[in-house]
């Protein structure tokens, strides 16, 4: 079993910077897709970033390309998301996530849909004054 933990959430002013990290623990995720996804008050989840087991394929939401950039550290076993150039509209619950089978679907392989994603951290909390 996974267990995924989102640290370095907190409240900070419009166009101020904020690094999220995931640690993981149970097994390695060095073969895993991850992802970031995020939840405001009435809204549905909506996906932030993804990149594949060794970071060659990335993807970003649309509301967050070119302010956000994800990373991971494999040796660690842990996978971040700076952020920069924060907006009020970036208010939201963060969740880090693991897809197990990303790559038996091709070295390249990483997912933007939370459906595929087997394992979610507990989340935290972003809030963005303006």
């Known amino acids: 079993q996974v267990q995924l933990v989102e640290s370095g959430g907190g409240l900070v002013q419009a166009g101020g910077s904020l690094r999220l990290s995931c640690a993981a623990s149970g097994r390695t995720l060095s073969t895993y897709g991850m992802g970031w996804f995020r939840q405001a008050p009435g809204k549905e989840r909506e996906f932030v970033a993804a990149?594949?087991?060794?970071?060659?394929?990335?993807y970003y939401g649309d509301s967050v390309k070119g302010r956000f950039t994800i990373s991971r550290d494999n040796a660690k076993n842990t996978v971040s998301l700076q952020m920069n150039s924060l907006k009020p509209e970036d208010t939201a619950v963060y969740y880090c996530?693991?897809?197990?089978?990303?790559?038996?679907?091709?070295?390249?392989?990483?997912?933007?849909?939370?459906?595929?994603?087997?394992?979610w951290g507990q989340g935290t909390q972003v809030t963005v004054s303006s």
């Open positions: 996530a693991a897809d197990r089978e990303a790559v038996f679907s091709g070295s390249t392989y990483v997912s933007q849909l939370q459906n595929d994603y087997d394992y």
């Open positions: 990149l594949n087991w060794n970071g060659g394929t990335i």
